[in-house]
Nanobody, 112 residues
Framework: QVQFVESGGDLVQPGGSLRLSCTVS????????MNWVRQAPGKGPEWVSTTNSGGTNTHYASFVKGRFTASRDNAKNTLYLQMNTLKPEDTALYYC?????RGQGTQVTVSS
């Protein structure tokens, strides 16, 4: 059974930082590129980043460039998203995804 479990979401003030994790089981994690996707209330899913299977290259949406850093540890079957200089518009449910699989997500709320 394939499982994606995200964690690390929280309520944070504007300008703050968070580190999200996504631990995967039930598939050969190191074979797959991994995506972070977010969905704000009342809006559709929004792609955030894609990290290649080896973790050597990541592409980012323009709205997070320079603020977010995605990485992965294939030995731990885990994908990370370091988020700095958070803004209220970053408020969303963040989830990891590849192919037809995704997790339930972790909630990030940026508010003073």
């Amino acid at each position: 059974q394939v499982q994606f479990v995200e964690s690390g979401g929280d309520l944070v003030q504007p300008g703050g930082s968070l580190r999200l994790s996504c631990t995967v089981s039930g598939l050969a994690f190191s074979n797959y590129p991994m995506n972070w996707v977010r969905q704000a209330p009342g809006k559709g899913p929004e792609w955030v980043s894609t990290t290649n299977s080896g973790g050597t290259n990541t592409h980012y949406a323009s709205f997070v460039k320079g603020r977010f850093t995605a990485s992965r540890d294939n030995a731990k079957n885990t994908l990370y998203l370091q988020m700095n200089t958070l803004k209220p518009e970053d408020t969303a449910l963040y989830y990891c995804q590849t192919n037809n699989w995704r997790g339930q997500g972790t909630q990030v709320t940026v508010s003073s």
